[in-house]
Protein backbone atom coordinates (compact mmCIF):
# COMPACT_ATOMS: atom_id res chain seq x y z
CA UNK A 1 0.00 0.00 0.00
CA UNK A 2 1.10 3.56 -0.76
CA UNK A 3 0.46 6.28 1.18
CA UNK A 4 1.71 9.58 1.26
CA UNK A 5 0.88 11.64 4.37
CA UNK A 6 2.03 14.52 6.60
CA UNK A 7 6.02 13.29 7.87
CA UNK A 8 7.75 14.54 10.58
CA UNK A 9 11.89 14.34 8.76
CA UNK A 10 14.16 13.95 11.31
CA UNK A 11 17.91 13.76 10.96
CA UNK A 12 19.73 11.45 12.99
CA UNK A 13 23.53 11.04 12.43
CA UNK A 14 24.61 8.22 14.88
CA UNK A 15 27.60 6.30 14.46
CA UNK A 16 30.61 4.85 16.32
CA UNK A 17 34.38 6.10 15.97
CA UNK A 18 37.72 6.12 17.83
CA UNK A 19 39.71 8.72 18.65
CA UNK A 20 43.21 8.70 16.98
CA UNK A 21 46.04 9.05 19.64
CA UNK A 22 47.97 11.13 16.93
CA UNK A 23 45.37 13.11 16.08
CA UNK A 24 46.44 16.98 16.38
CA UNK A 25 44.38 18.71 19.05
CA UNK A 26 43.56 21.62 16.13
CA UNK A 27 41.91 18.72 14.59
CA UNK A 28 39.93 17.38 17.29
CA UNK A 29 38.93 21.43 18.18
CA UNK A 30 37.37 21.55 14.79
CA UNK A 31 35.75 18.45 13.87
CA UNK A 32 32.58 19.39 16.03
CA UNK A 33 31.75 22.65 14.51
CA UNK A 34 33.64 22.96 11.40
CA UNK A 35 34.86 26.94 12.28
CA UNK A 36 38.21 27.44 12.46
CA UNK A 37 38.49 30.78 13.81
CA UNK A 38 35.62 32.85 15.53
CA UNK A 39 35.37 36.92 15.53
CA UNK A 40 36.08 39.04 18.55
CA UNK A 41 32.54 39.62 18.72
CA UNK A 42 31.33 36.39 19.15
CA UNK A 43 33.81 35.25 21.65
CA UNK A 44 32.73 38.90 23.53
CA UNK A 45 29.20 37.11 23.64
CA UNK A 46 30.18 33.77 24.77
CA UNK A 47 32.07 35.46 27.69
CA UNK A 48 29.30 37.11 28.73
CA UNK A 49 27.62 34.17 29.08
CA UNK A 50 29.38 31.95 30.88
CA UNK A 51 29.34 32.50 34.40
CA UNK A 52 33.03 32.11 35.67
CA UNK A 53 36.06 31.84 34.56
CA UNK A 54 37.07 28.01 35.28
CA UNK A 55 35.19 25.30 33.75
CA UNK A 56 31.39 25.83 33.65
CA UNK A 57 29.16 22.67 34.08
CA UNK A 58 25.87 23.14 33.38
CA UNK A 59 21.74 21.62 32.96
CA UNK A 60 20.23 22.71 29.23
CA UNK A 61 16.77 23.98 30.75
CA UNK A 62 18.36 24.01 34.39
CA UNK A 63 15.98 20.59 34.36
CA UNK A 64 17.75 17.26 34.17
CA UNK A 65 14.38 15.63 33.20
CA UNK A 66 13.76 18.00 30.11
CA UNK A 67 17.42 18.83 29.57
CA UNK A 68 16.96 17.09 26.18
CA UNK A 69 14.37 18.95 24.99
CA UNK A 70 16.62 22.38 23.66
CA UNK A 71 19.71 21.94 21.34
CA UNK A 72 22.42 23.69 23.06
CA UNK A 73 24.09 26.94 20.89
CA UNK A 74 27.52 26.20 20.28
CA UNK A 75 28.10 29.84 21.19
CA UNK A 76 25.94 30.91 23.72
CA UNK A 77 24.84 34.03 24.27
CA UNK A 78 23.09 36.25 27.43
CA UNK A 79 19.70 37.24 26.73
CA UNK A 80 18.81 40.26 27.68
CA UNK A 81 15.58 41.47 30.44
CA UNK A 82 13.24 43.12 27.45
CA UNK A 83 14.58 39.37 25.23
CA UNK A 84 13.04 36.87 27.98
CA UNK A 85 10.13 39.28 28.79
CA UNK A 86 8.94 38.69 24.94
CA UNK A 87 9.78 34.84 25.00
CA UNK A 88 10.15 33.06 28.36
CA UNK A 89 11.41 30.15 26.53
CA UNK A 90 14.64 31.94 26.97
CA UNK A 91 14.99 31.04 30.19
CA UNK A 92 15.89 27.54 29.21
CA UNK A 93 18.93 28.88 27.58
CA UNK A 94 20.78 30.58 30.49
CA UNK A 95 23.78 29.04 31.70
CA UNK A 96 23.58 28.44 35.66
CA UNK A 97 26.83 26.28 36.63
CA UNK A 98 25.50 23.68 39.22
CA UNK A 99 27.05 23.70 42.60
CA UNK A 100 29.30 20.80 43.57
CA UNK A 101 26.66 19.69 45.84
CA UNK A 102 23.85 19.10 43.01
CA UNK A 103 22.18 15.82 42.31
CA UNK A 104 20.73 14.77 38.69
CA UNK A 105 17.32 13.83 39.37
CA UNK A 106 16.04 11.61 36.71
CA UNK A 107 12.72 9.62 36.38
CA UNK A 108 11.46 6.62 34.07
CA UNK A 109 9.43 3.75 33.71
CA UNK A 110 10.10 0.39 32.97
CA UNK A 111 11.21 -0.48 29.40
CA UNK A 112 11.88 2.91 28.20
CA UNK A 113 14.49 4.91 27.14
CA UNK A 114 15.16 7.97 28.59
CA UNK A 115 17.81 10.95 27.55
CA UNK A 116 19.17 13.84 29.56
CA UNK A 117 21.82 16.27 28.18
CA UNK A 118 24.89 18.28 30.37
CA UNK A 119 26.66 21.08 29.08
CA UNK A 120 29.90 22.22 29.55
CA UNK A 121 32.63 25.35 28.05
CA UNK A 122 35.27 27.37 29.03
CA UNK A 123 37.15 30.79 28.00
CA UNK A 124 40.37 28.13 27.36
CA UNK A 125 40.96 25.07 25.38
CA UNK A 126 39.78 22.14 27.17
CA UNK A 127 41.43 19.13 26.30
CA UNK A 128 40.67 15.16 26.25
CA UNK A 129 37.35 15.76 27.70
CA UNK A 130 35.81 12.81 29.10
CA UNK A 131 32.14 11.72 30.82
CA UNK A 132 31.50 8.92 32.58
CA UNK A 133 28.95 7.26 34.28
CA UNK A 134 29.39 4.16 36.15
CA UNK A 135 26.82 1.68 37.47
CA UNK A 136 23.56 2.76 38.99
CA UNK A 137 22.59 0.85 41.97
CA UNK A 138 19.52 0.83 44.21
CA UNK A 139 19.17 0.37 48.08
CA UNK A 140 18.15 -3.22 47.72
CA UNK A 141 21.66 -3.84 45.50
CA UNK A 142 20.29 -3.93 42.50
CA UNK A 143 22.18 -2.22 39.95
CA UNK A 144 21.62 -0.96 36.27
CA UNK A 145 24.70 -1.67 34.79
CA UNK A 146 26.68 0.36 32.00
CA UNK A 147 25.32 -1.42 29.01
CA UNK A 148 22.59 0.38 29.52
CA UNK A 149 23.93 3.70 30.03
CA UNK A 150 25.08 5.51 26.59
CA UNK A 151 27.72 8.36 26.23
CA UNK A 152 27.65 10.72 23.22
CA UNK A 153 29.30 13.61 22.74
CA UNK A 154 26.79 16.65 20.37
CA UNK A 155 28.18 17.63 17.51
CA UNK A 156 27.65 20.37 15.11
CA UNK A 157 26.35 21.03 11.39
CA UNK A 158 26.39 23.77 9.56
CA UNK A 159 23.11 25.67 8.34
CA UNK A 160 24.32 27.92 5.35
CA UNK A 161 21.44 30.84 4.93
CA UNK A 162 19.75 31.85 1.83
CA UNK A 163 19.66 35.10 0.94
CA UNK A 164 15.55 34.34 0.24
CA UNK A 165 15.83 33.96 4.26
CA UNK A 166 15.12 37.57 4.37
CA UNK A 167 12.65 38.23 1.53
CA UNK A 168 10.08 35.34 1.65
CA UNK A 169 10.69 32.30 3.92
CA UNK A 170 10.68 32.17 7.25
CA UNK A 171 14.45 32.67 9.86
CA UNK A 172 16.36 29.78 11.20
CA UNK A 173 15.52 31.14 14.25
CA UNK A 174 11.39 30.81 14.11
CA UNK A 175 12.15 27.10 13.06
CA UNK A 176 14.75 25.71 15.17
CA UNK A 177 14.96 28.67 17.70
CA UNK A 178 17.77 29.74 19.77
CA UNK A 179 20.07 26.38 19.40
CA UNK A 180 20.76 27.98 15.86
CA UNK A 181 24.75 29.91 16.77
CA UNK A 182 27.61 30.73 14.90
CA UNK A 183 28.95 33.33 12.65
CA UNK A 184 26.62 33.64 10.01
CA UNK A 185 28.61 32.17 7.38
CA UNK A 186 27.29 29.43 8.56
CA UNK A 187 25.73 29.31 11.16
CA UNK A 188 25.59 25.87 13.30
CA UNK A 189 23.10 24.05 15.05
CA UNK A 190 23.83 20.63 17.17
CA UNK A 191 22.29 17.47 15.87
CA UNK A 192 24.52 14.46 15.20
CA UNK A 193 25.35 12.35 18.39
CA UNK A 194 29.15 11.06 18.69
CA UNK A 195 30.48 7.97 20.41
CA UNK A 196 33.65 8.24 21.03
CA UNK A 197 35.91 8.92 24.17
CA UNK A 198 36.98 12.20 24.58
CA UNK A 199 37.05 15.21 22.59
CA UNK A 200 38.84 18.67 22.85
CA UNK A 201 36.67 21.95 23.33
CA UNK A 202 37.31 25.25 21.80
CA UNK A 203 37.44 27.94 24.20
CA UNK A 204 34.32 30.10 23.81
CA UNK A 205 32.37 27.48 22.90
CA UNK A 206 29.81 24.92 24.45
CA UNK A 207 29.87 21.25 24.42
CA UNK A 208 26.62 19.43 25.31
CA UNK A 209 27.02 15.36 26.43
CA UNK A 210 24.07 13.18 25.89
CA UNK A 211 23.02 10.71 28.12
CA UNK A 212 20.67 7.77 27.27
CA UNK A 213 19.51 5.29 29.73
CA UNK A 214 18.00 2.26 29.01
CA UNK A 215 15.61 1.06 31.52
CA UNK A 216 14.88 -3.23 30.89
CA UNK A 217 11.80 -4.94 30.97
CA UNK A 218 11.49 -6.32 34.45
CA UNK A 219 13.86 -3.81 36.08
CA UNK A 220 12.42 -3.31 39.76
CA UNK A 221 11.26 -0.91 40.87
CA UNK A 222 13.24 1.70 43.08
CA UNK A 223 15.63 4.75 43.47
CA UNK A 224 19.44 3.67 41.46
CA UNK A 225 22.18 5.77 42.57
CA UNK A 226 25.51 6.78 40.95
CA UNK A 227 28.32 9.35 39.78
CA UNK A 228 28.57 11.13 36.76
CA UNK A 229 32.23 12.34 36.54
CA UNK A 230 33.74 14.90 33.74
CA UNK A 231 37.33 14.57 33.39
CA UNK A 232 39.32 17.50 31.22
CA UNK A 233 43.09 18.41 31.50
CA UNK A 234 42.99 21.62 32.52
CA UNK A 235 40.48 21.09 35.41
CA UNK A 236 40.69 17.20 36.45
CA UNK A 237 37.87 14.95 37.89
CA UNK A 238 34.38 16.72 38.83
CA UNK A 239 31.68 14.17 39.72
CA UNK A 240 27.98 14.65 40.65
CA UNK A 241 25.70 12.10 42.04
CA UNK A 242 23.09 11.14 39.64
CA UNK A 243 19.41 9.52 40.75
CA UNK A 244 17.53 7.81 38.43
CA UNK A 245 13.94 6.96 40.10
CA UNK A 246 12.29 3.94 38.37
CA UNK A 247 8.51 4.14 38.25
CA UNK A 248 6.37 0.58 38.72
CA UNK A 249 4.43 1.54 35.44
CA UNK A 250 5.89 -0.01 32.19
CA UNK A 251 6.05 0.80 28.58
CA UNK A 252 5.32 -2.09 25.81
CA UNK A 253 7.93 -3.14 23.34
CA UNK A 254 8.53 -0.55 20.52
CA UNK A 255 6.61 -2.60 18.54
CA UNK A 256 3.41 -2.39 20.15
CA UNK A 257 3.19 1.38 20.74
CA UNK A 258 -0.16 3.10 19.56
CA UNK A 259 1.09 5.96 18.55
CA UNK A 260 1.99 6.27 14.37
CA UNK A 261 5.87 7.43 14.34
CA UNK A 262 6.91 8.20 10.76
CA UNK A 263 10.39 9.30 10.11
CA UNK A 264 12.46 9.54 6.83
CA UNK A 265 15.12 7.64 6.32
CA UNK A 266 17.80 8.29 3.41
CA UNK A 267 20.06 5.63 2.72
CA UNK A 268 21.53 7.55 -0.25
CA UNK A 269 23.22 10.23 2.70
CA UNK A 270 24.12 6.92 4.89
CA UNK A 271 26.47 6.14 1.85
CA UNK A 272 28.01 9.59 1.00
CA UNK A 273 28.63 10.66 4.69
CA UNK A 274 30.45 7.79 5.83
CA UNK A 275 32.17 6.96 2.01
CA UNK A 276 30.35 4.16 1.40
CA UNK A 277 29.33 2.05 -2.22
CA UNK A 278 25.83 2.49 -2.46
CA UNK A 279 24.41 -0.94 -1.92
CA UNK A 280 27.42 -2.36 -0.59
CA UNK A 281 27.58 -4.86 2.30
CA UNK A 282 28.75 -1.99 4.37
CA UNK A 283 26.33 -0.09 3.13
CA UNK A 284 23.68 -2.49 4.29
CA UNK A 285 25.23 -3.10 7.49
CA UNK A 286 25.16 0.55 7.94
CA UNK A 287 21.70 0.88 7.20
CA UNK A 288 20.49 -2.16 9.58
CA UNK A 289 22.05 0.21 12.09
CA UNK A 290 19.71 3.11 11.20
CA UNK A 291 16.65 0.74 10.95
CA UNK A 292 17.22 -0.81 14.14
CA UNK A 293 17.79 2.62 15.83
CA UNK A 294 14.14 3.69 13.96
CA UNK A 295 12.13 0.49 15.24
CA UNK A 296 13.84 1.14 18.64
CA UNK A 297 11.61 4.39 18.72
CA UNK A 298 7.63 2.56 17.57
CA UNK A 299 8.52 3.26 13.94
CA UNK A 300 5.86 2.35 11.43
CA UNK A 301 7.12 3.51 8.33
CA UNK A 302 9.10 2.47 5.80
CA UNK A 303 9.98 5.48 3.20
CA UNK A 304 10.92 3.78 -0.17
CA UNK A 305 12.09 6.16 -2.71
CA UNK A 306 10.93 4.49 -6.67
CA UNK A 307 12.09 7.48 -8.78
CA UNK A 308 15.60 9.10 -8.75
CA UNK A 309 15.50 12.64 -6.86
CA UNK A 310 11.72 11.98 -6.02
CA UNK A 311 12.32 16.28 -4.82
CA UNK A 312 13.68 18.48 -6.54
CA UNK A 313 13.24 21.60 -6.25
CA UNK A 314 14.01 24.28 -8.90
CA UNK A 315 17.16 26.58 -8.93
CA UNK A 316 19.00 29.34 -10.55
CA UNK A 317 19.26 29.46 -14.23
CA UNK A 318 16.21 27.17 -14.73
CA UNK A 319 18.11 24.09 -13.37
CA UNK A 320 17.23 21.81 -10.44
CA UNK A 321 18.19 20.37 -7.19
CA UNK A 322 18.03 18.00 -4.63
CA UNK A 323 16.29 19.32 -1.80
CA UNK A 324 18.77 18.24 0.76
CA UNK A 325 22.46 17.69 0.67
CA UNK A 326 22.88 14.22 -0.68
CA UNK A 327 20.10 13.53 -2.22
CA UNK A 328 17.90 10.61 -2.75
CA UNK A 329 18.51 7.31 -5.01
CA UNK A 330 16.01 5.23 -6.69
CA UNK A 331 15.39 1.78 -5.00
CA UNK A 332 14.23 0.73 -8.25
CA UNK A 333 16.21 0.65 -11.64
CA UNK A 334 14.19 1.81 -14.78
CA UNK A 335 15.51 -0.07 -17.48
CA UNK A 336 14.09 0.93 -20.87
CA UNK A 337 14.42 -2.00 -23.60
CA UNK A 338 15.52 -1.03 -27.47
CA UNK A 339 12.27 -1.95 -28.51
CA UNK A 340 10.82 0.78 -26.15
CA UNK A 341 9.41 -1.02 -23.32
CA UNK A 342 10.21 -1.35 -19.88
CA UNK A 343 11.80 -3.56 -17.40
CA UNK A 344 12.36 -3.01 -13.44
CA UNK A 345 14.96 -4.37 -10.97
CA UNK A 346 13.22 -4.46 -7.66
CA UNK A 347 15.99 -6.65 -6.17
CA UNK A 348 17.56 -3.34 -3.76
CA UNK A 349 13.51 -1.88 -2.86
CA UNK A 350 12.99 -5.84 -1.97
CA UNK A 351 16.33 -6.02 0.10
CA UNK A 352 15.56 -2.84 1.74
CA UNK A 353 12.09 -3.65 2.56
CA UNK A 354 12.82 -7.07 3.96
CA UNK A 355 15.37 -5.65 6.16
CA UNK A 356 13.21 -3.33 7.64
CA UNK A 357 10.34 -5.32 7.89
CA UNK A 358 12.66 -7.83 10.28
CA UNK A 359 13.49 -5.11 12.54
CA UNK A 360 9.84 -4.24 13.19
CA UNK A 361 9.10 -1.21 11.09
CA UNK A 362 5.47 -3.22 9.10
CA UNK A 363 3.12 -1.12 8.77
CA UNK A 364 3.53 0.36 5.53
CA UNK A 365 5.49 1.60 2.52
CA UNK A 366 5.84 4.85 1.68
CA UNK A 367 6.74 4.77 -2.30
CA UNK A 368 7.79 7.88 -3.28
Known amino acids: MIRNIFVLIVFIIQFSCTSKKNNTKTENLRSFDGIENIPEWLKLNVEEALPFDGLNIWIPTNNFQTSSLVRVPRFPRKFSESEINNNEALNFFEIITLPPDKVLNLTAVRNEQ ?52 YVWSPKLESIIGEGVSGTMDPNVVADPLIEIESVNVPAYRAQPVWLTFKIPKGTHPGVYEGNISIHSDEYGLISHKLKLQVLEQELPDPKDYKFHLDLWLNPSAIAEYYGLEHWSQAHWDMILKYLTDYASGGGKNITTTITHEPWHKPWLNGTTRSQIAF ?12 DGSWSFDYSVFDKYVDMATKVGIDEAINAF
Open 114 to 165: VSAQIALGAKIDLSNVSVNINKLVSLNGENLNSKNIQIRFVKYVPVHRARSE
Open 327 to 338: GYRSMIDWIKNE
